[in-house]
T-cell receptor, first 112, second 110 residues
Framework: GAGVSQSPSNKVTEKGKDVELRCDPI?????LYWYRQSLGQGLEFLIY????????KSGLPSDRFSAERTGGSVSTLTIQRTQQEDSAVYLC??????????FGQGTRLTVV | QQPVQSPQAVILREGEDAVINCSSS?????VHWYRQKHGEAPVFLMI?????EQKGHEKISASFNEKKQQSSLYLTASQLSYSGTYFC???????????FGSGTKLNVKP
């Protein structure tokens, strides 16, 4: 596709369940970012990938969060044992290194 | 490490000007500016790579003072379509980390 694609667009899950969020970046973009945005708040950096490697995972809020990227393309953000405070919009962005970032429409996660 | 934006919110009348500031405690390699409308993803406005460089598009321009580790976004003769939340993003080194500020909410009224 022409843009960054995220799925699902909405996810409602029960507290304690695991969820997987997917990001399909723009073809050829080596840099991929995950951000979290709580209602009415700014963008919280979670993790950055350059190719398949994640040089910096320090933004992940807890060890319940993990992310991987395979083939230098699709990335998956996994949240284990979800908590209510995990409810937010999770945004993925991709770019050529140092260039403008293109954002997906996000996944709205609601933990009930 | 997150850049600091000011002000947090601005209310303008159509045609008025506004300035949004972004500052960092770390030496900057680049500054990006994005705008996010309610319920939508952030959209890229511009990137500044050199100290002191000023870029612009129509009535929105920005400056980057590398020495002061600051950037400012200038909105001239604001239009209703300028309403949204503006974020600055700062990166350095090999872009291992790219942080956004907390955002400035701009509301342009008729």
């Amino acid at each position: 596709g022409a843009g960054v694609s995220q799925s699902p667009s909405n996810k409602v899950t029960e507290k304690g369940k695991d969820v997987e969020l997917r990001c399909d970046p723009i073809s050829g973009h080596t840099a991929l970012y995950w951000y979290r945005q709580s209602l009415g708040q700014g963008l919280e950096f979670l993790i950055y990938f350059q190719g398949n490697s994640a040089p910096d995972k320090s933004g992940l809020p807890s060890d319940r969060f993990s992310a991987e990227r395979t083939g230098g393309s699709v990335s998956t953000l996994t949240i284990q044992r979800t908590q209510q405070e995990d409810s937010a919009v999770y945004l993925c962005a991709s770019s050529l290194v140092g260039a403008e970032a293109f954002f997906g429409q996000g996944t709205r996660l609601t933990v009930v | 490490q997150q850049p600091v934006q000011s002000p947090q919110a601005v209310i303008l009348r159509e045609g008025e000007d506004a300035v949004i500031n972004c500052s960092s405690s770390k030496a900057l390699y680049s500054v990006h500016w994005y705008r996010q409308k309610h319920g939508e993803a952030p959209v890229f406005l511009m990137i500044l790579l050199k100290g002191g460089e000023q870029k612009g598009h129509e009535k929105i321009s920005a400056s980057f003072n590398e020495k002061k580790q600051q950037s400012s976004l200038y909105l001239t003769a604001s239009q209703l379509s300028y309403s949204g939340t503006y974020f600055c993003g700062t990166g350095w080194g090999n872009f291992n980390k790219f942080y956004f500020g907390s955002g400035t909410k701009l509301n342009v009224k008729p």
